[in-house]
Structure formats: structure tokens, C-alpha cells
């Protein structure tokens, strides 16, 4: 008899390799009963998965360190054994903004991620009232992203601009409502904004960070005690993430996740994003074969730095007081030595291609890495939200 797990997830393009897993029977075949639960919003998702609810959970890199440091929310041991999917969210402004963007700096070229966070930055300058922009949730690399991209042109996230917290689902009719100014999201989103002539994407996860992770597999770190069924899942994981990444079966990943209880949504505005095929808005296109994968590239394999990444961004924006005890669990939250235990063959080495500020993180010494900028001290609430 297979053994039931309950998996949640966010209506994105990135929940692919758990849809993939349950409905072209990988799962099964590993020998387990794979039912998905789709969540309205990140923080009903770290609710359901504190609470037990589900078993495990696609989430955002960043989660399960927050929940295991307790910060922003009760403290729930939480690990991350299998990245689920690297890349794929992007910065969407809308169309006005980017007018008043390309007419604050006509010799740029918006599509560099410097460039036109440049150009924002004159539009920030010269407006008398302080921009609105979305991000998903406070600790997800998509409020970390969009908080160094606008750091490294000069205009600070939390002082020069209003930063709100967004569900993905709604971010696009945020922004037709005019709510928000741009955002930062997961597909479809930005891809969907595009093309209904909403707004314009001005930089990707792809150009700010390369490779950085994404979506994980979350689970409570007590999962692990169950071994042999870990080992089941992982394996069938690991073999939806190689279906999914395969270039042709992207139309039908893209029907499957264009059904109304996965995304519900145009199937063309998903297939663009696996296939890097990319609606910027207002005419403009580009093809990024990386924009977002999910298997090459030893996508799949977690590592200690990537914790440790999460722990420095959320130092430097006045999440988390700085300190060995939280550094340390943060690193241990991400667990390469399950990923070989239950994946020995699988690829874990991959390259590390260099940020766009040609910033390097250095793993080894955050510290130091911390020392190139300016960090806030910690709120009060942490961002709880």
C-alpha cells in the first residue's frame, strides 16, 4: 500500500515537479500517495505546514529558516531537503511607470537589471509621493531580490519606497487596479501582466542572481525520522524534476498546469516561462534558457550557503539579529546529506555564475560579506505577517 503524503503548494509555474510527480505517476511509482492542497497565499501555507497540516510543503527558500529561528512567526524545526525549482521570478513595472522609467533615461537600456534600476531610481527621485511595490511575502527571496536590486541603484526599500505584501494570485489585479506600481513575483504573474498590456518586466531573478534557488521542498524537521519514506519521495522528486526540465514535454506540463485546481490560467503564459521564452511588455521579448529550471545544473541538490544567504539578507534588512547560534541553523536547515542518502546518484556540484553587482557571497564569511553594506537594525515584529 502506498504511503500517503499531503503536499502544499502556491499557484505557480515552480509547483511543477510536485504536479508533475502526482499526475504522470512518479510518485506512484516510488510507491507513494501524493495529494496536493493549493493554498491561497504563503502565509496560509506556513500556517498549515506549522501546524501539521500537511506533511510538506513548495516553498520559498527562505521559509523554513524563518520558521526554524522562529522569526516573524512561532518556532517549528523545519528542513529542506530537495530544491523543487531555481530562477523564474521577475520585477514587473507597470506600463506608466516604465514610460516615466525610459523617459527619465532614454540612452539606457531597461532590459539590464542596472540599468534600469537607475532609471527607477530618477523616477523615484523626482516623484512627490513614494512608489508602491508588491512582493510576495517578508521572507522570500522575491522581497530579498527586490530589496538589493533598488539598494544597488540607491534608492532604499523601506524609506524612498512602499513595500507591501501581495499574494501572488492577485498581484496582477493589484496592479490593473492600481494598487501597486510593479512587484516582484513568480510566474505566470509577470508573464501574464505582459501580455494583457499591464505592465513591464524590468529584471529577472535570472539576471540578479543566476541559479540562486527558489522553491524548496519544506518539511518539519521531524520527517526525517521517517527515512524510508523520505528516500520514496525524494526519488520520485527527483525523477518528476528531470520530466519537467525536459524541453519537450513543456506543452504538456503547461496544459496539465493551466488546469483550474493548479494555476488556471492561460497555457501559453506558462509554456513562455518553462521555455524561457519571455514577454517583457510593450512589444519587447527576450529568451533566457535559464530563466527558470529545474533539474540541470544539479538544480535539485541543497546546500548549506544557500541557508546562509537567507540568514544574511535577513540580517541586513533588520529581520534577525546577527549571530553565531542563528547562522549556524540557518545552514543546517538545508540538508545536502539527506539529498545523498536518498539520491546517491544524483548530481550535486554545479557552478555558481557571479551576481549582477559582481558582489561575490562568500559562504565561509558572512561576516565580511555583511561589512560591504549598510544593515538595518532589527523590527520590533520582525515583519510578522
Known amino acids: 500500500m502506498n504511503e500517503r503524503i499531503v503536499a502544499s503548494f502556491v499557484p505557480l509555474v515552480d509547483c511543477a515537479v510536485l504536479v508533475a510527480a502526482r499526475e504522470r505517476g512518479f510518485a506512484a511509482q516510488a510507491g507513494v500517495d501524493l495529494e496536493l492542497v493549493k493554498e491561497p497565499s504563503w502565509a496560509s501555507l506556513r500556517d498549515h505546514l506549522s501546524l501539521g497540516h500537511v506533511d510538506c510543503a513548495h516553498a520559498l527558500a527562505p ?20 530544491v523543487l525549482g531555481r530562477g523564474g521570478n521577475a520585477v514587473t513595472v507597470s506600463t506608466q511607470l516604465f514610460d516615466e522609467m525610459y523617459a527619465s533615461s532614454p540612452a539606457e537600456s531597461l532590459e539590464d537589471p542596472a540599468a534600469a534600476g537607475r532609471a527607477l531610481a530618477a523616477v523615484v527621485r523626482a516623484r512627490a509621493t513614494p512608489l508602491t511595490l508588491g512582493m510576495v511575502f517578508p521572507f522570500s527571496n522575491h522581497n530579498f531580490d527586490l530589496r538589493y536590486w533598488l539598494a544597488a541603484a540607491g534608492v532604499h ?12 494570485p492577485l498581484m496582477v489585479e493589484s496592479l490593473q487596479a492600481g494598487l501597486v506600481d510593479g512587484f516582484c513575483v513568480g510566474e505566470p504573474w509577470n508573464s501574464l501582466a505582459a501580455m494583457h498590456g499591464l505592465g513591464r518586466i524590468v529584471a529577472t531573478q535570472s539576471q540578479l542572481f543566476p541559479r540562486s534557488v527558489e522553491k524548496v521542498l519544506a518539511l518539519r524537521a521531524s520527517f526525517a525520522e521517517r527515512a524510508a519514506v523520505l528516500k520514496r519521495l525524494l526519488q520520485a522528486l527527483e525523477a518528476a524534476a528531470k520530466w519537467v526540465d525536459d524541453v519537450s514535454n513543456h506543452a504538456a506540463l503547461a496544459a ?22 519571455l514577454h517583457l511588455g510593450l512589444g519587447a521579448a527576450k529568451r533566457d534558457v535559464d530563466f527558470m529550471y529545474f533539474h540541470r545544473h544539479a538544480a535539485n541538490a541543497p546546500r548549506a550557503a544557500d541557508g546562509l544567504w537567507v540568514y544574511a539578507q535577513m540580517v541586513r534588512w533588520g529581520q534577525l539579529a546577527p549571530s553565531a547560534q542563528a547562522q549556524r541553523a540557518s545552514a543546517e536547515v538545508f540538508r545536502p546529506d539527506l539529498y545523498r542518502q536518498c539520491l546517491p546518484a544524483a548530481a550535486f556540484a554545479a557552478p555558481a555564475p557571479r551576481p549582477f553587482d559582481r ?13 560591504q553594506f549598510d544593515v538595518q537594525t532589527p523590527f520590533a515584529d520582525a515583519h510578522s505577517l
Open 63 to 82: 521559509l523554513p529558516v524563518a520558521l526554524t529561528l522562529g522569526v516573524g512567526h512561532v518556532q517549528v524545526d523545519c528542513i529542506a531537503p530537495f
Open 157 to 168: 526599500p523601506d524609506r524612498d519606497v512602499r513595500l507591501v505584501a501581495i499574494p501572488p
Open 256 to 277: 496539465l498546469l493551466a488546469r483550474p485546481e493548479y494555476l488556471g490560467v492561460p497555457p501559453e503564459s506558462i509554456a513562455a516561462a518553462l521555455d524561457g521564452h
Open 359 to 371: 558582489i561575490e557571497f562568500v559562504a565561509s564569511d558572512v561576516r565580511t560579506y555583511l561589512g
